[in-house]
């Protein structure tokens, strides 16, 4: 049960014996265990209405008194009828009750209200909204509305109820003080900002505390901030007594006082005199993070794995089979044992049942489209095929990634010298605090610049998530060492906003930063062309004009790369050149399949940002037919809370039309239009306008795909969304949501049997991913909609094709492992089926125990791939934690596993063992003594004797089923090799 009413609250899990509690805890929602023990809960109603019979009974009969329509075409009556909550509901509130009650039915007789400045004006807006929207919907027979007096109070209503109690009104202008008018002795405090760069960096905050007579307190937002402020103030000398409250602070005697609150601003009080001074106009506008994201333990490889869980229908590969069709799990009697099997479907609908003890053998296709998967026929040469022609593929494409290994490494990269205190001024300038994985990704640069192999490093985070100051420090680092940057991007838009970027952020230093792109005429553009040449420019930001060969930097150190996607194969093939040579960073939100490929098989580093900025909120999707009516909600939400919206019409020729078509729509909108073949200067000034709230609607092609930021467009409306590819629209929704509001995304297709497949797909992925950081998941789901690309030549991979992606990562990793120690891949060896171990015990988790298939078949899969001993004991602890203490069966399935992984270690292929006794059989490459097998034998001829060259037979009664788990767990001890 989770309550998301509280920033920061965590989910309850409630433990039931029979109908009573056991136990309330509260859990963390990523790793599923425990935290804490609580003693109650509080809950509220879900809803403002009851949904029981009699108040449904209730709403039907009301809704037919009080609407003169036929209410069998009406959605929302039908709807309730039949058991579901219909969206929008809340507006039909009255019909649930005889009579409705408003906030000032609860209000005690002694409250005291308090009124804001600019509430009657706001008040009259979105009552003067609200009658105008009933008077344009009110006409639809199948949605019939309330007047919007029986829903919220009028104006004039509202404020006459006030009445009833004292009330103060808030001024925020000087007034003089009079009958009922008080003037608080309070103003703002100085200028106290941290100049990091001037001589002095606590000059203004010293010069107050020796101005000002009376008593500080100062705030800081955690005791982790508070120690950081300790720290800082100890360098003038001051060393503030620690208290608990603001009541605590004003009891004391103490001079200069600390203590934690969530403050943002400070303020300064005459009478007594006593200043409140919060850590946030120290730090400048640093944004402090108000809730820390744990950081997740997971490795990019397992990142990976956790994205593709198995659904029913869906392709998946067998090591030993191929590729076959998922179809769920089934309960099967065997040796009058109940077990549970992993059902695939193969060629000729042959089934195949998997031993859930062999879930490791299994793994998810991807490689095409999921309809387009090859269904393998069982026991047919032809995936044995697949699987060789895969391997010799594999071993080649490993020699290359060695090749291009070894050469980076024998190449002596340029190690970047450590700027140390100007990196950490650099460093302060940054308005806003570092997220988790931002903080790793930028100490994760510095490291290999300052290495000296060189850099080839992939920064994939969403759009806003801090990427572009990644680049800033790695480029600050590369021009204190006397280098030169150069900084590709794909648009001219983006190069724009880049160059004004890092001027602002180069301001203070001595670097020149220069851009060339069409916004520059062609003297400009040879100015700098000259002044690259000549070294004088440190920083040079352009888009593909700066891969010509008439371009020559005189002293290249790092090239950034940003959004490498939307460059061309030939560019791409220079940028490949320049790796040679230079250090490469290269940002993206949602890499390209090769890129990713790449990144994932260790042929470039990766580092992802997940983590959002403080504040910043999800852009909520909607996927839907293209209709006026919504579009026009769309536009006027946003435009009356004073925001802009994009609106992307992507066809020239009738871009003009669209926007006299939403200027009838909603004449209350001030339209601008911005497309690709407008004159340089003009589009520069349609950016502009927009960017400095001109106009408050933008009809654009998809040049705004990277274009300026402008923290106040929180809307966007894209047409014909079926034509875009994955990348481009998450990078079209990112163009919204990059501030603390919340942004809304509109999707906008046409019917959907006008639509293929692929684009269905690639809306579905779009909608299901609107978590902050999907960029990253958006490109795995990319790799299965348009298949893995070939690590290193131009062509799709047939092989990857052919035994799915997972599958031909492991042949890779393992081809490599084998070359590196200098040792021949070996194509034939089998790929980690592990031993096979059957005691003739019931082993699974049983159905009573947990429900869900899905979350059955991921824990089964976490049992078979454990790959020791601690990490099942983990894994028993979670499921104690999750679902209560494990059933008999469950416990079988451990320890079956546990005995596998001792026997792997041995090089034991199989296990059996039943009611009288069992054999061992034994691989070619095994590590026990032959001698031990021999004491054995010899000590208890009766009870132990090989039979054949492989197998080792052991009679020993074992009727229950603990024990032969003991005999086998003792056998496997005497037989594993004693260290000396």
Known sequence: MWSRCAPGCRPYRIDLFDDEIETLRTFDPETQRSIAKVESIRLLPAREFPLTKEAITGFRARFRDRFDVDFRRCTIYQDLNSGITPAGIEYYLPLFFEESATLFDYLPSDTQVFSLPGVEKAAEQFWTDVRNRYEERRVDPERPLLPPAELFLPVEDCFARLKQWPRVVVSQQDIDPGVGRHRLPARALPE?????????????????????????????????????????????????????????????DARLAICIAPLDDGLLLEQPALALIAESPLFGQRVMQRRRREKRADSNDAVIKNLTELREGAPVVHIDHGVGRYLGLVTLEIDGQAAEFLTMMYAEEAKLYVPVASLHLIARYTGSDDALAPLH???SEIWQKAKRKAAEQVRDVAAELLDIYARRAAREGYAFSDPMADYATFSAGFPFEETPDQQTTIDAVKADMLSGKPMDRLVCGDVGFGKTEVAMRAAFI?????????????????????????RDRFADWPVTVEVMSRFKSAKEVNAAVAQLAEGKIDIVIGTHKLLQDDVKIKNLGLVIIDEEHRFGVRQKEQMKALRSEVDILTLTATPIPRTLNMAVSGMRDLSIIATPPARRLSVRTFVMEEQKPVIKEALLRELLR??????????????????ADLAE?????????????????????????????????LIASTIIETGIDVPSANTIIIERADKFGLAQLHQLRGRVGRSHHQAYAYLLTPPRKQMTPDAEKRLEAIANTQDLGAGFLLATNDLEIRGAGELLGDGQSGQIQAVGLTLYMEMLERAVKSIRKGEQPNLDQPLGGGPEINLRVPALIPDAYLPDVHTRLILYKRIASAADEDGLKELQVEMIDRFGLLPEPAKNLVRLTLLKLQAEKLGIKKIDAGPQGGRLEFSQDTCVEPLTLIKLIQGQPNRYKFEGATQFKFQIPMERPEERFNVVEALLERLAPQST
């Open 192 to 252: 106290l900002a941290i100049e990091s760069k001037a001589n002095q960096p606590l000059g203004h905050l010293e010069r107050f505390l020796n101005e000002f007579a009376g008593r500080v307190l100062f705030t800081a937002e955690s005791a982790g901030r508070r120690e950081v402020l300790l720290e800082l103030l100890a360098r003038l000398q001051l060393r503030p007594q620690a208290v608990d409250s603001w009541e605590d602070f004003v009891t004391s």
């Open 377 to 379: 026929r069982l026991g």
């Open 478 to 502: 590369a021009v204190h060492s006397g280098k030169q940057v150069a900084i590709l991007v794909p648009t001219t838009l983006l190069a724009q906003q880049h160059y004004n970027s890092f």
């Open 642 to 659: 004073g925001g802009q919206v994009y609106y992307l019409h992507n066809d020239v020729k009738t871009i003009e039309k669209c926007a």
């Open 665 to 697: 729509l909603v004449p209350e909108a001030r339209i601008g239009i911005g497309h690709g073949q407008m004159g340089e200067r003009d589009l520069e000034q349609v950016m502009s306008d927009f960017y400095h709230k001109r106009f408050n609607v």
